[in-house]
Nanobody, 125 residues
Framework: QAQLVESGGGSLQTGDSLRLSCAAS????????MSWFRQPPQKKREFVAAFKWSGSRSYYADSMKGRFTISHNGAKAINLQMNSLKPEETALYYC???????????????????WGQGTKVTVSS
């Protein structure tokens, strides 16, 4: 079973930038996808971005395109660069990993079987 550890959360102001990191250890998947989700207070968990090693493809939620960039750092780590942050993006940010199979729904958190503990991002106005 893989373990995921996020880092980089913090408190910042509207318009600031922040970089989150996630490192995997232990037994990982053979065809992995690693993603970021977030859960604002009292709201549902939502997809942010994903990186699929096969084909080196990146995916983003529409509202993050152009502001967020996901990148990989070796075979078991990803980063999320977030720019122009807004107060409504205050949330717990989670890293997740899944095995890519036919029909895998990248944006569906139920597809992911491995999760980190989350890192808190607070954006003040």
């Amino acid at each position: 079973q893989a373990q995921l550890v996020e880092s980089g959360g913090g408190s910042l102001q509207t318009g600031d930038s922040l970089r989150l990191s996630c490192a995997a250890s232990g037994r990982t998947f053979t065809n992995p996808i690693m993603s970021w989700f977030r859960q604002p207070p009292q709201k549902k968990r939502e997809f942010v971005a994903a990186f699929k090693w096969s084909g080196s493809r990146s995916y983003y939620a529409d509202s993050m395109k152009g502001r967020f960039t996901i990148s990989h750092n070796g075979a078991k780590a990803i980063n999320l660069q977030m720019n122009s942050l807004k107060p409504e993006e205050t949330a717990l940010y989670y890293c997740a990993m899944a095995e890519v199979e036919a029909g895998t729904k990248t944006e569906d958190y139920l597809e992911y079987t491995c999760w980190g503990q989350g890192t808190k991002v607070t954006v003040s106005s």
